[in-house]
């Protein structure tokens, strides 16, 4: 109704938690007295903001433009009325996105322009020598804006130092594949190469086993890294995989299922987790799928019927 009556006038609205939970106008003239012609709630408050909407659209026009540039690395573009600014998310770090922008004469000054860039990207070996394992480790130059989650699935072989897919007995079958840009590689517990997380944290896949990512990922033919990578292995089709992860670890069910999982077998939360892994142990020695294996296990609901506004603690703490 606002936007409707103040047109012209009426910029946003928000929800604010200072000095309390409250929602909070902006309108470009006469901020409180417009809102008090239609509430007098203290739970609303208003305020006058400077902007150009006109001159705002202008500037907006002009990088969206650029960002279908095909080397401009502009994951997301944003448009704030209310502080007359408008937000850019880059994939690259400062000095890298700033050189694009030298070389192509964007204006990066303008005080109504903020940009968010990726931090330096970390080290590709948890440890140094294991470099010498492979002929290269291929990641993303850039960070991404989002993950598509379209649910992939395979193996990833080393074959002669490179990361490939392979068939289902295991056998290199051709595609090379690329990880994360945030994606580490190391040696886990029991001696197998292994992704991990930024700062060589948890391990989410390890190189052999089956697995499962979101995407699709695209792949940037043009960048450095991949050039020397089809130098090290060859012309053959990339995949990236990005952050992939065990299909053990996938297909591991909801604390939630667990928890009515207990309930309705009339078990502790911990019995009912120790059966269910089994359970999924089990179907993969049998060669069933990760979700496969999972939904034959256990299910989101269970058979326990529970009607309160607050779940119970799980049985047995």
């Known amino acids: ?8 006038n009426f910029v946003s609205v928000q929800l604010v938690r200072d ?24 739970a609303f408050r208003a305020g006058t903001v400077d902007t150009d909407p006109v001159a705002l659209a202008e500037l907006r026009a002009l990088w969206e433009e650029r960002m279908r ?33 030298r070389r192509k004469g ?25 470099a010498s394992l492979v002929r290269f480790f291929p990641r993303e130059n850039e960070a991404a804006s989002i993950r598509l989650t379209a649910l992939g699935q395979g193996t990833v072989v080393l074959q002669d130092g490179c990361f490939r897919l392979a068939d289902e007995r295991n056998r290199p079958r051709g595609e ?19 992704v991990r997380d930024a700062g060589g944290g948890e391990r989410r896949y390890r190189i052999g086993e089956p ?5 699709p990922n695209g792949v940037d033919e043009d960048s450095e890294d ?34 009515d999982y207990a309930y309705t077998k009339d078990i502790t939360y911990q019995k009912a987790w120790e059966r269910v892994r089994r ?27 529970y009607t309160g506004d607050e779940l119970p603690p799980p049985p047995g703490q």
């Not at 106008?25 to 203290?42: E, I, M, N």
């Not at 840009?181 to 029991?190: A, Q």
């Not at 697995?211 to 995407?215: D, K, M, Q, S």
Request: charge should be negative.
């Open 1 to 8: 109704m606002l936007e409707q009556r103040e047109a012209g």
């Open 19 to 42: 000095p309390q939970v409250m929602g909070e106008f902006a309108f470009r003239r006469d901020g409180s007295a417009t809102l008090a012609k239609y509430t007098a709630d203290p």
């Open 69 to 101: 540039e095909r080397d401009a690395a502009i994951g997301l573009l944003g448009t704030n009325e209310r502080d007359n600014s408008i937000e850019i998310s880059t994939g690259l770090t400062e000095p890298d996105f700033r050189s694009i922008a």
């Open 106 to 130: 964007w204006d990066l000054a303008d005080p109504r322009f903020e940009v968010t860039f990726a931090q330096p990207r970390g080290p590709a070996f948890v440890d140094p020598a294991i």
């Open 176 to 194: 090379l594949v690329m990880f994360g840009r945030e994606s580490h590689l190391g040696i886990d517990s029991e001696g197998y190469l292994a």
């Open 211 to 215: 697995g499962a990512w979101g995407g």
């Open 226 to 259: 991949v050039r020397r990578w089809r130098k090290a292995c060859g012309d053959d089709s990339i995949v990236n995989i990005a952050e992939p992860q065990s299909q053990r670890l996938f297909a591991s069910p909801d604390p939630q299922w667990v928890l």
């Open 279 to 305: 359970c999924i142990s089990a179907q993969f020695d049998r060669g069933r799928s990760a979700l496969d294996a999972r939904d034959r296990c256990i299910g989101q609901y269970n058979g326990w019927e």
